[in-house]
């Protein structure tokens, strides 16, 4: 049974503790705030160009080759992986989520008789991701922080899969990242941006719609003229996209880090708190078993006089 004194240690030691862990809930709750702002703010941003690029995509006939990025190369043989992680633990499963959802892409790629090849971004993808067996490892930008990011970083990433696509150095690029539904919630997510998922534009937000209350005219279709050309604005706007669904990930990624973090040592806190007081419990039975065990010796040596 510890002693008193290993007690009293085991007490200040979890308090000490307790104390770091309410502080590192408190940071990641400010931090989280702002990342989920410029989350939430550049949402409409990425939807938008969605948008645009599925509108464009339907009304443009190609007098000469369909871009790469939107037909792909017209194989799928080869894929990068872009694997976005956290640089610090301490975030709960966070981490855990990318790695196991990468590991297991490339084992269904593998399987299937696929090439794959990796670009991993962030501290905890590098650390666990770098001796996958069957991924090549594709060299990311260096010092590269997921925790605060802005868009030259993401630019900066685009432009290196660009170089990579534009070599033929894969066929399909997927991001691998956590989407941040909520504070106790973020889902590991795989999305395809190379070539672009271009989906049908929804009649509800179609632009076209005429006004409520006005009569649309049979036959009646906006003309719109284009300058320069939808093929010039097409080509132009697939590269910039990419940025836009890269940003748009790690923003998501960022914001998903500190929910997770907050989440993790609120349940580290209240864990603390708990062992604390079952401590104290032990520490106070010691005591008295002690102070009883004295008296017992006292009493019975006196009666022994």
């Known amino acids: 049974m510890p002693s008193l004194k290993d007690l009293r240690n085991r007490i200040d030691s979890v308090k000490s503790t307790r104390k770091i862990t309410s502080a590192m809930k408190?940071?990641?709750?400010?931090?989280?705030?702002?990342?989920?702002?410029?989350?939430e703010a550049g949402q409409p941003y990425a939807d938008r160009m969605g948008g645009i690029l599925s509108s464009l995509a339907?009304?443009?006939?190609?007098?000469?080759?369909?871009?790469k990025l939107l037909a792909g190369t017209g194989k799928e043989d080869t894929y990068l992986l872009v694997a976005i992680t956290a640089d610090r633990g301490l975030c709960g499963g966070f981490n855990t989520q990318i790695v196991r959802l990468t590991r297991k892409r490339v084992a269904e790629l593998t399987a299937a008789g696929k090439t794959v090849r990796?670009?991993?971004?962030?501290?905890?993808?590098?650390?666990?991701?770098?001796?996958?067996?069957?991924?090549?490892?594709?060299?990311?930008?260096?010092?590269?922080?997921?925790?605060?990011v802005g868009f030259d970083?993401?630019?900066?990433?685009?432009?290196?899969?660009?170089?990579?696509?534009?070599?033929?150095g894969f066929d399909v690029c997927e991001l691998l990242f956590n989407e941040f539904k909520s504070v106790i919630s973020q889902v590991a997510t795989a999305k395809q941006v190379i070539p672009a998922a271009i989906d049908a534009e929804p009649e509800a937000a179609n632009d076209d719609a005429p006004p409520a209350g006005a009569k649309a005219e049979a036959g009646h279709e906006k003309q719109y003229e284009f300058e320069p050309d939808e093929?010039?604005?097409?080509?132009?706007?697939?590269?910039?996209?990419?940025?836009?669904?890269?940003?748009?990930?790690?923003?998501a990624s960022a914001a998903g880090e500190q929910a997770a973090r907050m989440t993790a040592m609120d349940n580290a806190t209240r864990n603390a708190g708990d062992m604390i007081n079952r401590l104290t419990l032990d520490y106070n039975r010691s005591r008295q078993a002690q102070i009883t065990k004295e008296l017992i010796e006292i009493i019975s040596g006196a009666e022994a006089v």
């Open 58 to 67: 339907g009304r443009v006939t190609f007098e000469n080759e369909t871009p």
């Open 118 to 148: 990796l670009m991993l971004l962030g501290r905890k993808a590098r650390q666990q991701l770098r001796r996958t067996p069957g991924a090549e490892i594709v060299e990311g930008p260096r010092d590269f922080a997921t925790s605060n």
């Open 153 to 168: 970083d993401a630019k900066q990433v685009t432009d290196m899969v660009m170089a990579e696509f534009e070599t033929g």
């Open 231 to 251: 093929e010039a604005i097409l080509a132009d706007l697939l590269p910039r996209n990419l940025a836009v669904q890269v940003y748009s990930a790690l923003l």
């Open 26 to 39: 408190m940071v990641a709750a400010s931090k989280l705030r702002r990342a989920q702002d410029q989350a």
